[in-house]
C-alpha cells in the first residue's frame, strides 16, 4: 500500500498433519473459531477450516449502488468442525448450502456469519459452501486506517480491502494466514467495463449486461483481492507469456497513448525487479487508475490500483515502482499477523529508493542518510517497528524506518550477498506467509553472520537509532 502521498514520495502458516479417524471412532466435532488470531484485528477472519478457492458470481447496478451474489468457497476442515465462521459485512444473506445441503446461519456482531451444516465436517474433508447475498456494499471508514471496502464511483465502484474491506462484498475468512484461488464473474451494464485480480478470461454480451470473466491462479490474501467497475480505457497486451492489463477511467486518459506508456512504464520497472528480486510470481500485471478520494494507491495483486485524479497525466514512478515492488513483497510473500507490515512497506519504499538512484537521482545511501537526519522526536522514530500498534500500521515508522531497516541491513552484508539474500527469501517463501522473527532467522542462516544487535536497535526498539 501507498498511503497518503505525503509518505507515498516517501509464520509461514505452518503445514497441517490430517490424521484420519477410524471407522465407529467417536468423533467430538467442535465449533471453528470467531476469529484467526490477530491482536490488531481479533474479529477478522475464522479458525477451523483452510479456504482454497473462492468462485464469485456477482452483479452490479451502478443506477441503483445493488449487488447480487454468489460465492462458492471450497475449504479443507482442520478440525472436526461443528459449525464455522465467515466474515461478511451488512449484505444480506438469502441462502446458505454446504456441499449441495441447506445450511443453517445466523447473524452476529459487525461481520460474524455463522454456519451450522447438516452434519459436522470432519478434519482433512473438503467441502463447498454456498452463499446467496445481495445488498448495497458500503465502504468501512476507521479514522486512522482510512476507508476500504466497496468504493462507489460516479460510473460504478471499486472494492479495495487493505486492511478490512473484503467482507463488505462477499463472504471471506478474512485473514492474511489464509490464501486462496480465486475466480470471478461480474455482470454490469453492457457499456461498462468490470475487471478483477489475475487474468483476463473472456467478455460475454447478454442483452444489456456484459459479463466479464477473470482468475487469479496464484494464492491471494484477500486483503489483496480487486474488483474494479466503470467506464475505462482499456490496454491489454501480452509479452514474453505475462498478460498486462491497464485500464484508466475515460476522464483521465487522454489517448491511447497514454494507456501505451503507462503499459510499457510497467513492463521496465518489473524487468529491473525481476532482476533484483527474482522471477515475477504471477501471470498478469498492469493497473487501473480511477478517482476515488481515498487518498492511496494499494498493491491489489497482478494489478495495483491508482486512486488519481490528474488527467492526461500517469500516476508518478515511485507509486508505479512502489505497488509493482509489493507483487513480491507482500502479495507473493505475505505477513501472516498485520504487525509484521513493515516487511512488506520497508522493502517496497526501499524499491522507490533504488528506483531513484537507476534515474540518476540521488543515490540509496544519500536518501538513507536524508531519512535518518529527522530529528529524535520525529514521528519516524515513535513506536517499534516489528510491533508499531494496531492504528499505526501505514505510518512513517512502518514505511520510513522500514526502508532505513533495510537498507541498514545492505550495508551490513554487502550487495552481492544481500541481493543473494533477498532473492533466496522471496523463492523460498512464494505464495506463502512469513513473519519478522522468520525473516531474521533466514537472513542470520544465509549470511551465516550473527545479526541480533542490528534488529535489536533497527527493529525491536524504539527511538532513532545510532549508526
Keep these: 500500500m501507498t498511503v497518503p502521498r505525503l509518505l507515498a514520495a516517501a509464520a509461514v502458516t505452518a503445514s497441517l498433519v490430517l490424521v484420519p479417524v477410524s471407522a465407529g471412532a467417536a468423533v467430538d466435532f467442535r465449533p471453528g473459531s470467531a476469529g484467526a488470531g490477530d491482536p490488531y484485528f481479533p474479529k477478522m477472519g475464522n479458525g477451523g477450516y483452510d479456504v482454497r478457492h473462492y468462485g464469485l458470481r456477482l452483479a452490479y447496478e451502478p443506477a441503483t449502488g445493488h449487488l447480487t451474489g454468489t460465492a462458492t468457497i471450497t475449504a479443507t476442515a482442520v478440525q472436526h468442525l461443528s459449525r464455522f465462521n465467515l466474515d461478511l459485512h451488512g449484505l444480506t444473506v438469502q441462502s446458505v448450502r454446504v456441499n449441495g445441503k441447506a445450511a443453517q446461519w445466523r447473524r452476529s456482531g459487525a461481520q460474524e456469519l455463522t454456519v451450522t451444516p447438516a452434519k459436522g465436517l470432519r478434519l482433512g474433508k473438503r467441502f463447498t459452501v454456498t452463499v446467496r447475498y445481495s445488498g448495497r456494499p458500503q465502504k468501512?471508514?476507521?479514522?486512522?486506517?482510512?476507508?476500504?471496502?466497496?468504493?462507489?464511483?460516479?460510473?460504478?465502484?471499486?472494492?479495495?480491502?487493505?486492511?478490512?474491506?473484503?467482507?463488505?462484498?462477499?463472504?471471506?475468512?478474512?485473514?492474511?494466514?489464509?490464501?486462496?484461488?480465486?475466480?470471478?464473474?461480474?455482470?454490469?451494464?453492457?457499456?461498462?467495463?468490470?475487471?478483477?485480480?489475475?487474468?483476463?478470461?473472456?467478455?460475454?454480451?447478454?442483452?444489456?449486461?456484459?459479463?466479464?470473466?477473470?482468475?487469479?491462479?496464484?494464492?491471494?490474501?484477500?486483503?489483496?483481492?480487486?474488483?474494479?467497475?466503470?467506464?475505462?480505457?482499456?490496454?491489454?497486451?501480452?509479452?514474453?507469456?505475462?498478460?498486462?492489463?491497464?485500464?484508466?477511467?475515460?476522464?483521465?486518459?487522454?489517448?491511447?497513448?497514454?494507456?501505451?506508456?503507462?503499459?510499457?512504464?510497467?513492463?521496465?520497472?518489473?524487468?529491473?525487479?525481476?532482476?533484483?528480486?527474482?522471477?515475477?510470481?504471477?501471470?498478469?500485471?498492469?493497473?487501473?487508475?480511477?478517482?476515488?478520494?481515498?487518498?492511496?494507491?494499494?498493491?491489489?495483486?497482478?494489478?495495483?490500483?491508482?486512486?488519481?485524479?490528474?488527467?492526461?497525466?500517469?500516476?508518478?514512478?515511485?507509486?508505479?515502482?512502489?505497488?509493482?515492488?509489493?507483487?513480491?513483497?507482500?502479495?507473493?510473500?505475505?505477513?501472516?499477523?498485520?504487525?509484521?507490515?513493515?516487511?512488506?512497506?520497508?522493502?517496497?519504499?526501499?524499491?522507490?529508493?533504488?528506483?531513484?538512484e537507476r534515474s540518476g537521482g540521488a543515490t540509496a545511501e544519500q536518501i538513507f542518510r536524508n531519512a535518518y537526519a529527522a530529528g529524535p522526536e520525529a514521528d519516524v522514530w515513535k513506536g517499534v517497528l516489528s510491533d508499531p500498534g494496531r492504528d499505526h500500521i501505514f505510518d512513517s515508522l512502518v514505511y520510513q524506518r522500514g526502508a532505513m531497516t533495510v537498507h541498514a541491513l545492505r550495508k551490513e552484508l554487502g550487495d552481492d550477498v544481500f541481493f543473494r539474500l533477498v532473492r533466496g527469501w522471496l523463492a523460498a517463501n512464494k505464495g506463502g506467509t512469513v513473519s519478522t522473527a522468520q525473516f531474521h532467522a533466514f537472513a542470520e542462516k544465509f549470511s551465516g553472520r550473527q545479526l541480533d544487535a542490528l534488529f535489536d536497535k533497527w527493529v525491536h526498539k524504539a527511538g532513532k537509532p545510532k549508526l
Design 140 to 356: 468501512i471508514s476507521d479514522k486512522p486506517l482510512g476507508s476500504s471496502g466497496w468504493i462507489a464511483t460516479a460510473d460504478g465502484a471499486v472494492a479495495l480491502n487493505q486492511p478490512f474491506g473484503a467482507a463488505s462484498w462477499f463472504p471471506v475468512n478474512d485473514t492474511p494466514k489464509d490464501k486462496a484461488t480465486y475466480t470471478f464473474a461480474i455482470t454490469v451494464p453492457r457499456k461498462l467495463t468490470a475487471l478483477a485480480n489475475g487474468d483476463f478470461v473472456s467478455r460475454k454480451v447478454k442483452g444489456d449486461k456484459s459479463v466479464h470473466r477473470w482468475r487469479m491462479r496464484q494464492p491471494m490474501s484477500s486483503e489483496l483481492s480487486m474488483v474494479a467497475i466503470g467506464d475505462y480505457e482499456t490496454l491489454r497486451t501480452k509479452a514474453g507469456g505475462l498478460q498486462s492489463v491497464v485500464a484508466f477511467d475515460s476522464g483521465l486518459a487522454s489517448s491511447r497513448k497514454q494507456l501505451r506508456s503507462y503499459d510499457k512504464k510497467t513492463r521496465t520497472v518489473l524487468k529491473w525487479q525481476s532482476k533484483l528480486f527474482g522471477p515475477y510470481p504471477f501471470t498478469s500485471t498492469g493497473g487501473i487508475v480511477d478517482e476515488l478520494d481515498v487518498g492511496y494507491s494499494l498493491e491489489t495483486q497482478a494489478r495495483p490500483v491508482h486512486d488519481w485524479n490528474t488527467p492526461g497525466k500517469n500516476p508518478p514512478d515511485d507509486l508505479i515502482v512502489h505497488e509493482l515492488a509489493h507483487q513480491w513483497f507482500g502479495d507473493s510473500v505475505t505477513p501472516a499477523r498485520w504487525k509484521d507490515i513493515w516487511l512488506n512497506e520497508g522493502f517496497a519504499t526501499y524499491a522507490e529508493w533504488m528506483w531513484r
